[in-house]
């Protein structure tokens, strides 16, 4: 049974970090990708970014390019996401999802498993 348990969101000012993590386990196929996903109220999820298990190539939305960074520590099978310079339009709730054989970008539906989702809030 796979299992992802995202943690690390919270309220922080405009121009503040967070760092979010996403814990998996369960799975057993060598090559999978991991994505966060971040869901406003009112609006449709939308992919953040992503990386993959095999050689590590990430994928970013161009609204966070440059402001957030994707990670893995394989040894703990967890994946970050190092936001910096957060801006209010960041609030959301953010997933992190697991998928086999994705391409960069992939959309939501076509992952496989999703975490309950952390609460992502920039208000000063």
């Known amino acids: 049974q796979v299992q992802l348990v995202e943690s690390g969101g919270g309220l922080v000012q405009p121009g503040g970090s967070l760092r979010l993590s996403c814990a998996a386990s369960?799975?057993?196929?060598?090559?999978?990708?991991i994505g966060w996903f971040r869901q406003a109220p009112g609006k449709e999820r939308e992919g953040v970014s992503c990386i993959s298990s095999g050689d590590g190539s990430t994928y970013y939305a161009d609204s966070v390019k440059g402001r957030f960074t994707i990670s893995r520590d394989n040894a703990k099978n967890t994946v970050y996401l190092q936001m910096i310079s957060l801006k209010p339009e960041d609030t959301a709730v953010y997933y992190c999802?697991?998928?086999?054989?994705?391409?960069?970008?992939?959309?939501?539906?076509?992952?496989?498993?999703w975490g309950q989702g952390t609460q992502v809030t920039v208000s000063s």
């Open positions: 999802a697991l998928g086999y054989g994705l391409g960069p970008g992939a959309p939501p539906h076509e992952y496989d498993y």
């Open positions: 369960g799975f057993t196929l060598d090559y999978y990708v």
